[in-house]
């Protein structure tokens, strides 16, 4: 599945409409460019989940944040700074990856082989200054459901 967004609000509503499909141990994983939108996406991810936006912030410097909402708790992992693949044995990532809560991964092409074999995949693509290409992939059944779900949501 393919989408354009044509600003930030679009990917922080696309988010939103993406979290009403999630449930634990749903795990979003991140693609693209420095400033694509990954952040907003979580933001919109999270906000959906209802954690409140502006206490979502890219957990840049300390690789994981924990939010809870009243219904479940989110994982937003970002690996920008992740040095090798022996940093995240040291935080025990499958211990919140399979756990009871929604995990999202920005910059997950650094997880390399240590990627899960089932996620949502969703990239994110520069199209012009203001506008993104989101490409949505599911790698596992689970997923495709997931993203049927929400492609079923998006054209209704």
Known sequence: MELISKSAKETLNLGKRLARHLKPPDIICLFGQLGSGKTVLAKGIAQG???????????????????????????????????????????????????????????????????????????????????????????GSHYKDLLDRLDEDIRH
Do not use: C
Request: net charge positive; glycine share 2%; hydrophobic share 45%.
């Open 49 to 139: 989940l209802g954690i409140k936006q502006t206490r979502v912030i890219s957990p840049s410097f300390v690789l994981i944040r924990q939010y809870r909402s009243p219904r479940l708790s989110l994982y937003h992992f970002d690996l920008y700074r992740l040095n090798s693949e022996d940093d995240i044995f040291a935080l025990g990532y499958e211990e919140y990856f399979y756990n009871e809560a929604i995990t999202v991964v920005e910059w997950a092409d650094r997880l390399s082989y240590l990627l899960p074999k089932e996620y949502l995949k969703v990239e994110l693509l520069f199209k012009s200054a203001a506008q993104r290409l989101i490409k949505f992939k599911a790698l």
